[in-house]
C-alpha cells in the first residue's frame, strides 16, 4: 500500500487526499513523524479538512505534544 501511495502522489502532487491517507498507512507502521509530515502536507493542500486536523491531533497526542494537538481540536470545532 505504501509504495502505491507514493505512485500516486509522484502523479499528483497537489491531492490532499493523498497525502492523508499517505499519514494514515505510515501512522499503521508505527511511524509517527513521517505521518506527521504527511498530514502537515495535506493541511497545506487542503486548510478546511476536519479529518486531517483530526490525525494530526492523534499523532500529536501520541508525540506527547498535548498543546499543539489541543489547537488541531479547536480547528476542527472552527470548521463546524
Same mark, same amino acid.
Given at each position: 500500500?505504501?509504495?502505491?501511495?507514493?505512485?500516486? *502522489?509522484?502523479?499528483?502532487?497537489? !491531492?490532499?487526499? %493523498?497525502?492523508?491517507?499517505?499519514? %494514515?498507512?505510515?501512522?499503521?507502521?508505527?511511524?509517527?513523524?513521517?505521518?506527521?509530515?504527511?498530514?502537515?502536507?495535506? *493541511? $497545506?493542500?487542503?486548510?478546511? #479538512?476536519?479529518?486531517? %486536523? !483530526?490525525?494530526?491531533?492523534?499523532?500529536?497526542?501520541? $508525540?506527547?505534544?498535548?498543546?499543539? #494537538? %489541543? !489547537? #488541531? *481540536?479547536?480547528? *476542527?470545532?472552527?470548521?463546524?
Amino acid at each position: 500500500a505504501h509504495n502505491d501511495i507514493e505512485r500516486a *502522489i509522484q502523479l499528483n502532487t497537489n !491531492s490532499s487526499e %493523498y497525502f492523508l491517507l499517505q499519514a %494514515y498507512i505510515l501512522q499503521s507502521q508505527f511511524k509517527a513523524e513521517e505521518a506527521l509530515k504527511a498530514v502537515e502536507q495535506a *493541511i $497545506k493542500l487542503n486548510t478546511q #479538512s476536519p479529518e486531517s %486536523y !483530526s490525525l494530526k491531533s492523534k499523532l500529536l497526542l501520541e $508525540k506527547g505534544d498535548t498543546a499543539s #494537538s %489541543y !489547537s #488541531s *481540536i479547536e480547528r *476542527i470545532r472552527s470548521l463546524s
